[in-house]
């Protein structure tokens, strides 16, 4: 190329000096987001307990319309304060470094599992664990969440007449030096065109009255599992169930 007069182009920037610049612009967003949630929280609870005082102290002067236009008032507060709730959690992910120690799946799948016997039951899905899984260097508290997340959309999303088989195994990949662990099941499926909006905040396929949620859950997964290093992706097709599969490649592999 000729050489023109002028600014000289800059220096090409190093990876690591665009690496630096995303966790900046990363740190950066992730205090907007915690304090936007955070700050809105109290106007908000200022909103509904305005409307309960409405409801309780007036509640009696006012028509039938009145009523029910409060009750929809008093819903939109309560489903913006989940949301809120929603998007703190997603940000608390970002937060500190992932605190890493050694991890048996096994004993966290099982937690995850108790505290997950409500939802179990109310959808009638029956969990089953093929072969041992693994031990690893992982945050305890976000890989059961990660697990919690996937094994409860593997057990909601079913078809009316019928509960879900929901599979959880893994396998190890040597070459990769990495986990695989899968998280199946034999549900409603997902249209291949949706495998990655799914991931993102607030994105749901199907609306709230046909299966409960906010879309939080699986943006949640993606972060934790980006955040150790690894991948989170769908296989899957309409009516035919769904396979999420996690990659985590080994601690010193990781930190590459
Ligand atoms: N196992 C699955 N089978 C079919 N669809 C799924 C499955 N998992 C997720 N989806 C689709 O992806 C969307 C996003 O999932 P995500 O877990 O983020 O949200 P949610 O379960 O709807 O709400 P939340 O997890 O916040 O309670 C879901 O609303 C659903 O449409
Ligand atoms: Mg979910």
């Not at 929280?41 to 009696?60: F, I, N, W």
């Not at 690893?136 to 409860?152: F, M, P, T, Y």
Request: net charge negative.
């Amino acid at each position: 190329m000729p050489e023109s007069a002028g600014t000289p182009p800059p220096e090409p920037e190093s990876i690591e000096g665009l690496r630096d610049r995303i966790a900046v612009l990363e740190a950066d967003l992730q205090e907007l987001v915690y304090v936007a949630s955070h700050d809105l929280t109290e106007p908000l609870r200022m909103v509904t307990s305005y409307l309960g005082l409405l409801q309780r102290r007036y509640g009696d002067q006012l028509d039938e319309t009145a009523g029910e236009f409060i009750h929809y008032a008093v819903d939109g507060a309560d489903r913006m304060r989940a949301l809120l709730d929603d998007l703190l959690r997603y940000s608390r992910v970002g937060g500190d470094e992932p605190v890493r120690s050694p991890v048996d799946v096994d004993e966290v799948l099982g937690a995850v599992l108790r505290s997950l016997e409500p939802a179990l039951a109310d959808t009638g899905a029956s969990v089953e664990v093929i072969g041992p899984l693994p031990r690893l260097d992982a945050d305890e508290v976000q890989l059961g969440q990660l697990l919690q997340n996937l094994i409860a959309n593997a057990a909601k999303f079913r078809p009316p007449e019928r509960p879900n088989r929901v599979t959880v195994a893994s396998v190890r990949d040597q070459e990769a030096r990495a986990w695989r662990l899968t998280v199946a099941d034999d549900g409603i499926g997902i249209d291949p065109k949706h495998r990655e909006r799914i991931f993102q905040v607030f994105q749901r396929l199907h609306a709230r009255e046909e299966f409960p949620g906010t879309g939080i859950g699986l943006a949640v997964c993606r972060r934790i599992v980006e955040r150790m290093g690894g991948a989170i992706s769908v296989e899957s097709e309409l009516g035919r169930g769904s396979t999420f599969h996690i990659v985590l490649p080994d601690v010193e592999s990781a930190a590459v």
